[in-house]
């Protein structure tokens, strides 16, 4: 009998397993690696206890409910990193392979490497300086507001949101390029920017070598844990790349009739400042370029809207419920009287984004009180936030984060997908038909595209530049003309005219890219496996039926469907307990990222986009040509 045979070889290995010292190295350093992480933890909990102390000082219009001042934001971001570099230190020492269990393991691999956190002070301090310097080059009132760079007579701009809604509302090129021009002069006057960036590369590589990564790019993309994770993106970039080609040659036709008079340079690229414009004016009804049928205007939502949902609070609610009838959490009575709060009339401006805090074991939450169909989408996306926060706080603290960044946004963008259709707002009664007519639905499809598209190689140019810098790949006298041959080799986007190395175009995107918790991996992530988790979604919940037109992926609603809710449920209890891959092959059955969520979204766009361009003899693509020189 085989247990016969087996048996004194497993009694051999109880044996050895009792008499080889690793064994018992190992219950020891589990024991004290144990202790560590539990000291931390209390300090951890103090931080998450300063935490919200601040939501219900900030949400108690500055009336201290406790009668004591809470703590800053500075406080709590100060005790944040000297508990994570310390821990960090602690930690690596401890003999990760001698650690049995497989948990414990985990803690140990995902809190004794960090980025910026692993910076000593003083670099620290210089890291987080040199953000907010380039976060005022977005933000800081820097770009006088006339031609002649006269900032006497009226307060000077920021580029967002000032320039850049300007540029959105123009139709003379001209002044797309003057302001395209004036910000990079305003923010690259005496090097600045560059200067800015090579320092901030040069602690991001420092950040790398605590970590013992001879490849700096190996701390960027840390928690992606993937030996070229870079490859992986570009990988995507290719698969859809047949459909972002007809886009574009539809895009730069439309550029063409647009301005006539600018006098586009002849290789089938597109101007910069225009295809800035474009990007931003996906959802404006008054763009500049053509929707495929102009005269099947997209039913208006916003009165409807109004009506049935009267208040931002019945939107929360809305939101709240699509997640409860998935089967997720049910938000509680003392989670809307406690922790959900209305952000302030003043905060964060029109466009303001709900926030979602996490001090375990609440979670909490403050909206954006405007009642619009993008803020109706955008709280499903908080909402998402929200959920995962709730299952991941049962996990102990260094697990409990998504396992990758962009995880929990991916998750995010299917809910917002899903409560955007027709579908969708057909049974909220905002529309009165649950799906729209065809033209209609491809001039939805194609805002939908043009927000999309255009923006994912973006992401991947503005993160690729970076990395690239960062390992060494492109050179410092290089950079302008690098940054060039990429917007050309990934995008079709060219300079509005010659430019040369002395300059340094980056867009304002890149600056917001380099920001840890904003960054363009994360970004991308977000997109191109949001798109995987809607088709997974969406098949577990038979609302996406491949080849039947009255189920297309675009339409898909997974509302009440507890399939696609147990496929969320069990991505977000894992929290950071397993590598991304193997959670996302939960939903959808795959290790690995792919267009192919995005390809199935817009198919019916690239089939409309092919026969268009064909009638209007437009070939898409463009030639590699150069408007930038090395002097
Ligand atoms: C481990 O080793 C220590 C001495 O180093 C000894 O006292 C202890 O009994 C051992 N424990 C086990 C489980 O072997
Ligand atoms: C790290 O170890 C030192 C020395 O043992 C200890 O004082 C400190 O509290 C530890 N910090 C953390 C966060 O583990
Ligand atoms: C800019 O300067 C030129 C001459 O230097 C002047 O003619 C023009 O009016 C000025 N424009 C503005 C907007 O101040
Ligand atoms: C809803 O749209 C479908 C497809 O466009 C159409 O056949 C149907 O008549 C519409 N129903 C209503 C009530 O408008
Ligand atoms: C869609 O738009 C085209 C062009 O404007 C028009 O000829 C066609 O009749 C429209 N289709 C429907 C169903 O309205």
């Given at each position: 009998m085989l247990w016969q045979k087996l048996l004194p070889l497993l009694l051999l290995a109880v044996a050895l397993a009792a008499a080889t010292p690793t064994s018992n190295h190992s219950s020891q350093y589990e024991a004290s690696t144990q202790r560590i992480l539990d000291v931390a933890t209390q300090r951890m909990r103090v931080i998450w206890d300063m935490r919200r102390r601040i939501f219900l000082q900030l949400t108690s219009k500055g009336k201290s409910p406790l009668g004591v001042q809470a703590p800053s934001k500075q406080e709590v971001e100060t005790e944040t990193y000297k508990l994570l570099h310390e821990l960090a230190a602690n930690l690596s020492v401890v003999p990760v392979e001698q650690l049995r269990d497989p948990l414990l393991r985990r803690r140990v691999q995902r809190l004794a490497k960090l980025q910026?956190?692993?910076?000593?002070p003083d670099d620290y301090e210089q890291a987080k300086d040199l953000l907010r310097t380039m976060q005022n080059f977005i933000?800081?009132?820097?770009?006088?507001?006339?031609?002649?760079?006269?900032c006497q007579a009226r307060r000077p701009l920021a580029m967002y949101p000032q320039l850049y809604n300007l540029n959105m509302h123009t139709k003379v090129y001209d002044d797309l390029k003057l302001n395209w021009y004036r910000w990079r002069r305003a923010i690259n006057d005496k090097d600045t920017a560059r200067s800015t960036f090579i320092d901030y590369v040069r602690l991001l590589r420092i950040a790398a070598t605590y970590n013992g990564h001879v490849t700096p790019s190996r701390t960027w993309y840390l928690h992606y844990d993937t030996e070229n994770f870079q490859a992986e993106m570009e990988e995507v970039i290719w698969e859809i790349m047949p459909l972002y080609r007809e886009m574009h040659a539809y895009l730069r036709h439309s550029a063409m009739l647009a301005y006539p008079?600018?006098?586009?340079?002849?290789?089938g690229a597109i101007s910069a400042p225009v295809f800035d414009q474009m990007l931003s004016q996906a959802w404006y009804s008054h763009q500049i370029f053509r929707t495929p049928y102009p005269k099947d205007q997209l039913p208006s939502v916003h009165h409807r809207l109004e009506e049935v949902l009267v208040t931002p609070v019945k939107i929360n609610i809305k939101a709240a419920e699509f997640f409860e009838s998935l089967g997720l959490n049910h938000m509680s009575s003392n989670f809307y009287e406690r922790f959900l709060r209305r952000m302030n009339d003043?905060?964060?401006?029109?466009d303001c984004k709900s926030q979602v805090y996490y001090f375990p074991p609440d979670v909490a939450m403050r909206y954006c009180p405007k009642p619009n169909y993008k803020k109706l989408m955008q709280i499903h996306g908080t909402m998402a936030e929200l959920q995962y926060n709730i299952y991941k706080r049962e996990l102990p603290f260094g697990l409990d984060t998504e396992p990758c960044p962009g995880f929990a946004a991916a998750l995010g963008e299917t809910a917002v997908l899903a409560s955007g259709t027709p579908r969708h707002l057909h049974r909220l009664h905002i529309l009165l038909n649950e799906s729209l007519t065809e033209n209609q639905s491809l001039n939805r499809l194609f805002r939908m595209g043009v927000h999309t598209l255009l923006a994912v190689p973006q992401y991947f140019i503005n993160d690729k530049f970076l990395v690239d810098v960062m390992d060494g790949r492109i050179g410092v006298q290089d950079y302008n003309c690098a940054y060039w041959r990429l917007q050309d080799k990934f995008a079709g986007v060219q300079p509005p005219d010659w430019r040369t190395a002395k300059d340094f175009d980056l867009d304002y995107k890149f600056y917001r890219g380099l920001q840890p918790d904003k960054s363009s991996t994360r970004k991308f992530m977000a997109e191109v496996l949001g798109f995987q988790f809607y088709r997974s979604f969406c098949i577990a919940s038979q609302q996406y039926k491949p080849g039947d037109p009255n189920f297309p992926l675009h339409n898909c609603d997974f509302h009440k469907s507890t399939e696609a809710g147990d496929l969320m449920r069990e991505m977000m209890k894992l929290g950071a307990t397993k590598h991304w891959r193997d959670v996302m092959f939960i939903a959808t059955g795959e290790r690995k990222l792919s267009g192919r969520g995005i390809l199935e979204y817009f198919a019916p766009l690239f089939t409309w986009l092919k026969e268009r361009n064909m009638q209007l003899e437009l070939e898409p693509g463009w030639e590699a040509d150069e408007f930038c020189r090395n002097e």
């Open positions: 910026l956190h692993g910076l000593r933000s800081g009132p820097l770009v006088c507001p006339n031609a002649n760079d006269d008079k600018a006098n586009f340079k002849d290789d003043d905060e964060g401006g029109s």
